[in-house]
């Protein structure tokens, strides 16, 4: 699995995250609910992982699956406003706006949303990135 690239743009610890996936069911190394096969952890946030993959299905078209963190979705009202959220997002249409295609709940037992994989770099990043001083906000 490769980590640079550069979708790649927030230092991570991979052997971290990889032990915290392995503790909830999810082998950073193979499928993701048997259609998804995971090519990067792209960042790790409160709410979950988020992995670019390939879909097994769709003639192995890459897309984002942000995973929902397990003890934020045993909370069933706060899983139920994250996907309201979601549904309401996924109606959203502009070239400036990552598609959201679903939500489900894998096989595991992890809850999850697939989105449009956009390569490029985090808004973090662009934020603080010195070659654009005018979006510095440091």
């Keep these: 699995m490769g980590h640079g690239g550069i979708y790649c743009t927030v230092p991570l ?4 995250i990889r032990e915290e996936l ?16 995971i090519q990067a952890i792209i960042g790790k946030g409160q709410r979950g992982f988020v992995f670019m993959v390939t879909d097994s299905s769709k003639d192995h078209a ?4 942000k995973v929902i963190s397990p003890k934020l979705a045993s909370d069933e009202k706060l ?11 996924r ?39 010195e070659k654009c001083p005018e979006l510095n906000f440091q």
Excluded: P
């Design 22 to 37: 392995t503790a909830v069911g999810v082998d950073s190394q193979k499928f993701f609910d048997k259609r998804y096969r």
């Design 91 to 129: 109606n959203l249409k502009h070239q400036n706006i990552v598609t959201i295609s679903q939500h489900a709940k894998a096989d595991s037992g992890l809850w999850y949303y697939k989105m449009e994989f956009v390569n490029g770099f985090s808004l973090e990043r662009i934020l603080h990135d």
């Design 62 to 65: 890459r897309s984002a699956i």
């Design 79 to 89: 899983r139920e406003r994250i996907f309201r959220s979601v549904d309401l997002c």
């Design 13 to 16: 610890d991979y052997q971290a």
